[in-house]
């Protein structure tokens, strides 16, 4: 038996099927089936039961997926004490992100864990969804994960900052009369949103309650930035953290009013390294953007003449 077999039939428990269990892995679905099999022959048990409705694991399974679990956490903690004693630390550095938040604080903190640990391999991958993160996290297969906090957050989960949100909409649009926008005045507009699932979307939608129920979609992007420049091409408004609009888009952004923000957090994985619990400090250090702050810089920004309407 080996720590990749373990792995690969967490992943089917988790996935209900070897198809979902594969790209969840990133690996091909027939090395998937082999692991398991074979897993099984040396066992000599069924770990798991093939109904109609996918793999379910069997009662045997159930006590085996236990201690397999066991097994690969102890695995993870035994691989970071090793590298905490080296002297150079090497490996790998799992990071989620929730899409939209951190956009601007990672890459500096990732740039000050790599003058310090320069072999340490980071993959950074971003996830819409809240309750994907939060699987993801209670599976243990983060090193670290960025997101926004919710009513579902770990109790051990660390705050790192308030990301607070802005709305970006095409040159001279009506909104831009005043240095921040009322909520109110946003009812009617049609907006640029983001997948149904995601935490972005959620907040548009908790935005936009009280003031315009029902709003008017133009369009549905996957991306913030996506967002952020087909708004300012005049497809529609779009409301995203204001450290995510991107470069360039500053002066197209604006504040509301009452002050509409989310809380940061970071979840480390049990028995974090010396690797993300460098990261974690380094993620406190950075600068937690704040629209006032976008706001105070507009006109240096912003090319000339193009900010005449709103002072």
Not at 152 to 163: F, N
Not at 209 to 238: E, F, I, K, Y
Request: hydrophobic content about 45%; overall charge negative.
């Amino acid at each position: 038996m080996s720590l990749r077999q373990f792995e690969y039939a967490l992943a089917v428990a988790e996935e209900g099927s070897v198809t979902a269990a594969a790209e969840l892995l990133r690996v091909a679905q027939p090395s998937v089936s082999q692991q398991i099999r074979g897993l099984e022959r040396e066992l000599g048990v069924e770990l798991f039961a093939r109904t109609p409705t996918g793999l379910v694991p069997t009662a045997v399974g159930r006590a085996f997926l236990r201690e397999a679990e066991a097994a690969v956490n102890a695995a993870r903690r035994a691989r970071a004490t090793a590298r905490a004693g080296a002297e150079e630390l090497v490996g790998e550095l799992v990071v989620a992100v929730q899409m939209g938040f951190g956009t601007r604080q990672l890459p500096g903190a990732l740039g000050a864990l790599r003058r310090r640990f320069p072999r340490v391999e980071v993959t950074v991958f971003e996830e819409t969804s809240s309750a994907e993160l939060e699987r993801l996290c209670r599976r243990g297969v983060l090193d670290l994960a960025l997101m926004a906090a919710c009513e579902r957050s770990p109790a051990d989960a660390h705050h790192l900052g308030d990301e607070e949100f802005v709305v970006v909409a095409g040159a001279g649009h009506r909104l831009f009369g005043a240095d921040r926008v009322e909520l109110r005045d946003l009812e009617g507009e049609p907006w640029v949103r983001f997948d149904r699932d995601s935490a972005l979307d959620g907040v548009l939608l908790n935005v936009l309650r009280n003031n315009d129920p029902t709003p008017t979609t133009v369009a549905r992007v996957s991306q913030t930035a996506t967002a952020v420049r087909w708004a300012a091409h005049g497809l529609g408004a779009t409301l995203v953290p204001a450290s995510a609009v991107p470069h360039g888009y500053e002066h197209l952004a604006r504040p509301v009013s009452p002050v509409v923000s989310q809380p940061v957090i970071a979840v480390l994985r049990s028995g974090a390294g010396p690797a993300e619990t460098a990261l974690l400090e380094l993620l406190r250090q950075e600068t937690w953007f704040e629209a006032a702050s976008l706001s105070a810089s507009l006109d240096e920004r912003a090319p000339a003449g193009e900010l005449s309407h709103s002072t």
